[in-house]
């Protein structure tokens, strides 16, 4: 067996336990996560590849693929995903972006890279530091797959799903998350760069929630808002938050963490208030 194959088959190991398949249907998830908490991009599942086969099964399962007329960033094929719905599939001929490159592993760390850095760092040592310290996918990753997360089940799961979104759907999405899984306090991985890219090659190594602002090429590139943050969750865990936010609307009466009972967000006022109250009119 080659050392690509044997590579492959131990990728594959790692990533079937990160694709359990959720016990809630991708199309319902997507359906409860637009709805209650108001989202306004599609959630993105994302899929990492490293057996040709299943990218084969994916082609034939699918008949809406698209792939990027021309090479451009990942947090812009991730544009036509969140904002049109697409299903898009990308290689690294597909790849503009350098950084994205070195976090999936299609790039070598270079001098030009490390100077690229600079502007976020005092010295080309500590950008060098920097870079090696970024996740990074292990050599071998076939292509790339970014597609609603109603449409994850075409490529067999999602790895990661990722969600563009302002701070209270996010801190929603923390809260479920750490009910469901058990988890407190959350810890966060912020890189000087590659926030959408490195973003989920991180929780896609580490299998954990991230939470992590735009960086400046997602913002300039990706189109990613000043008001909006990225919420990245291990495609295996994204079930069980849906089904902990199913809880909270069946026990609490509404998706609002803010003011229970209230739709989404949930109205901003304070219980305390005495001046923001309402009272019924005699007729």
Known sequence: MSQTETQSRENGSRTDRRREHPTIPYEEMQRLLMKELRLYHYPIGV?????????????????????PLKPITFCQWEIGVRMQGRVIYGEQKDLSCKNARYCFGWKDLDEREIKSHARYTRDL?????????KPR???????????PLAKAGFF??????????DPMQAYHLAVDYMAA??????????????????????????????????CSGSYSAGKTER??????????????VC??????????????????G????????????PLIAFKSVDA
């Open 125 to 133: 040592g500590q950008s060098e530091r920097f870079i090696r310290s």
């Open 47 to 67: 899929r990492f590849f490293y057996d040709q086969r299943e990218i084969e099964n994916f082609k034939k399962s699918c008949d809406e693929i698209e792939s």
């Open 262 to 273: 209230d739709g989404f967000p949930g109205a901003d006022i304070c219980n305390n208030c």
């Open 181 to 214: 899984t058990d988890t407190h306090p959350l810890h966060t991985a912020i890189t000087v760069s590659s926030s959408a890219c490195g973003g989920n090659v991180w929780t896609y190594q580490t299998g954990n929630f991230n939470m992590l602002p735009a």
């Open 243 to 260: 089904q902990r936010l199913t809880e909270r609307i069946e026990t609490q009466g509404s998706s609002s963490i803010v003011r229970p």
């Open 137 to 147: 996918l292990p050599a071998g990753l076939l292509g790339i797959a970014v597609a």
């Open 227 to 240: 008001g909006e943050v990225n919420v990245i969750i291990p495609g295996a865990q994204i079930g069980d």
């Open 156 to 165: 067999g799961g999602a790895d990661t799903v990722h969600f563009y979104c």
